[in-house]
Structures are given as C-alpha cells and as structure tokens.
C-alpha cells in the first residue's frame, strides 16, 4: 500500500516554464489537497478537491491549477514559474468526512525557481 | 484572516524528559484540532486529534489539552525519545459550518523538537 505518492521529489525550473507536479493515491480517498511549505510559515493550503471532478481554491491558490479527472490523481501545474514559488510542496489526502483533519501527506516535491 | 500560531519555535529537552509544545489558535469557530509530526526530509504525520468538546485526549506517551477559554492548545510527550526529535504543528479546521471544513486545515508555523540523549 503506497499511500500518497509524489513526483518529481526535486525539480530546477527557469522563471517563466511550465511543469507538473504529479500526485496519486491508492486509499481511494475523497478528499486530496496541495500545500506549499515555505519557512516560518508552516503549511498553506493552495488548492483543494472533495472529489473527481471538483476543485476549489485554497489559502494561496494563484500561479497554480488543478484538475481531478479520477479519484486517485491530483496533479498541481504551474503555469508561468516564479523565484516566489521555490518552495516544498505537500500532497495530501483524506477520506474526506465532514469535521475530521487527518490528512496522509506525501513525502514532498521541493521545487527551486531560478 | 485569524490563524493558528505557537508560543515557541523551538524546544530542547534531555531523553527521558516530558516534553509540552504549546500553540494558540485564535479561530473562535475551530472545533477540531489536529498536531502533526515532520521528521527532516518527510511529509508531516499525524499524531493525535481533538475535538471541541474534550479538554484532554491521550495516545500512546502523548497527551493534547484543548483550553477553549484562552484559545490554546498543548501536546505532552512523556518520557521524551530521540525518535521524537522533529518540527511539530497544530492545525486547526476553522469550524465546520454545513460540513464542508474536508481538512481545509490552517497550520502553524512549528516549533521544532530537539532530544538530546
């Protein structure tokens, strides 16, 4: 059982490209979310899904877009890369019940924009 | 917005001691409040939860403290390992109103463990 699975684990980008950070999990969880980790500032929510086919906006949600084709994939996509979002990203996932926080996190995709 | 913080960033204790890692939230509409583990290099864990309705949980050698009346949150670890060694935050959902809060949970900054042996 992998839980949550994140791809790349590092990743260099030039300002201005593009790229995709992918996330898959296999607990056929609801709910699946994307927060950044930058220092001092613990984690912030960029975007979230309670499920195939919604989306929503989080805490910090500009520079990036989601899609949720299926229940298992969450992938984050920058679209015009920025030295401000160098930074650790965290996927994550929850059986998505009202009034409970237990997210299972991936083991992090640190991004560095040059 | 209102957000979730801690009293101190870092705390260094010797193996065997109890540890206390303290945070206060400041989301009246908070009713449930979560402490994760991030050990160097790892996405963080899950340790222990409550609810707004208890003022104390326990776990395996932790124990969390809801004090509703100054907003503030605790977790104790007794008998404190190296293992322990790592940042851990609060998180709180921010309420739940028509039960949508799905983990939108606000974090702290993290307040990093440090077990000396």
């Known amino acids: 059982n992998a839980g949550v699975t994140q791809t790349p684990k590092f990743q260099v980008l030039k300002t201005g490209q593009s790229m995709t950070l992918q996330c898959a999990q296999d607990m056929n969880h609801e709910y699946m979310s994307w927060y950044r980790q930058d220092p001092g500032m613990g984690l912030r929510l960029i975007h979230y899904s309670v499920g195939a086919g919604i989306t929503d906006q989080g805490e910090v949600p500009n520079g990036y877009n989601v899609s949720r084709s299926t229940t298992e994939d969450f992938p984050l996509r920058l679209l015009s890369a920025a030295p401000s979002q160098t930074s650790v990203y965290f996927c994550?996932?929850?059986?998505?019940?009202?009034?409970?926080?237990?997210?299972?996190f991936g083991e992090g995709s640190r991004l560095t924009v040059l | 917005g209102e957000s979730v913080g801690l009293h101190l960033p870092t705390l260094s204790v010797q193996e065997g001691d109890n540890s206390i890692i303290n945070c206060a939230y400041s989301?009246?509409?908070?009713?449930?409040f979560i402490w994760y583990k991030q050990e160097s290099g790892k996405g963080p864990q899950f340790i222990i939860d409550?609810?707004?309705?208890?003022d104390k949980r326990q776990g395996q050698r932790v124990t969390v403290l809801l004090n509703k009346t100054v907003k503030h949150l605790s977790l104790q670890i007794a008998a404190t390992q190296p293992g322990d060694s790592a940042v851990y935050f609060c998180a709180e959902n921010g309420g739940n109103a028509g039960g949508t809060s799905y983990g939108k949970l606000t974090f702290g900054q993290g307040t990093i463990l440090t077990v000396h042996p």
């Open positions: 994550a996932s929850s059986w998505g019940h009202p009034n409970t926080g237990e997210l299972f």
């Open positions: 409550i609810r707004s309705n208890m």
């Open positions: 989301n009246s509409a908070s009713d449930y």
